[in-house]
Each structure stands twice: as C-alpha cells, then as structure tokens.
C-alpha cells in the first residue's frame, strides 16, 4: 500500500555531514504530514523533525535545532533531512514517518500512519 524508505545514511566524523532522503510509494494514498524520529539502543524513539504538506511549518528537537534542517520535494515523493555539525550522540536509526490524514503531524509519533525501516547513523568521535 504505502511504502517509506530511508537511505543516506552511514559512518561519519564529528563535525561531519549527511543527507537522509525517504521515499514514498503507493499511487493510492498520498502522503501529507511527514516527519523523521531516530532510536538510539537501549532508548526510547524520539522526535527529530517534522515538515507540513505545503513546506512552510517546520518543528526541530532542540537538540538538533542549528543543525539539521528537513525538506521536501512533493513531485519526486521524497523528503530529506540535512545534517550538519553531527555529535556522537546523534548516532540512531532514523526513521521517517507519514500521515495521509493530516496536512502536518508535529512531534507525536502517534501522528503518523506509516514508518520506513530506518537507515543507520553514526557518528565517530
């Protein structure tokens, strides 16, 4: 039915970069409200951004506020989230989230409908 998945991630520096792209599929169902969460092992899911239908509401974590930064190309189906000045404490499986019901999901993973299978992060000190 809907299909999310994250690519883009890896091994990276402190101080480094790196951009997370998901895809959506499904001709069916389209997908308004986005988001991206990371878990961390042995720690709960948190939220990391979230993104409106149209682009213009943005909401970062504050632990990632400065430096990540999320968009969206509607056309193409796909979000993104730009990482910059990565910490080691950023290193997670991050997850992108999708709603069809709602034009923008917030920070509440219960918000969202559909979930990638992540794509893992890390980052060396």
């Known amino acids: 039915q809907v299909q999310l998945v994250e690519s883009g991630g890896g091994l990276v520096q402190a101080g480094g970069s790196l951009r997370l792209s998901c895809a959506a599929s499904g001709r069916s169902v389209m997908i308004y409200a986005v988001g991206w969460f990371r878990q961390a092992p042995g720690k709960e899911r948190e939220f990391v951004s979230a993104?409106?239908?149209?682009?213009?509401?943005?909401t970062y974590a504050d632990s990632v506020k400065g430096r990540f930064t999320i968009s969206r190309d509607n056309a193409k189906k796909t979000i993104y989230l730009q990482m910059t000045g990565l910490k080691p404490e950023d290193t997670a499986v991050y997850l992108c989230a999708g709603d069809s019901r709602r034009y923008y999901g917030g920070s509440y993973a219960t918000n969202y409908q559909y979930w990638g299978q992540g794509t893992q992060v890390t980052v060396s000190s």
């Open positions: 993104i409106s239908f149209n682009g213009v509401t943005t």
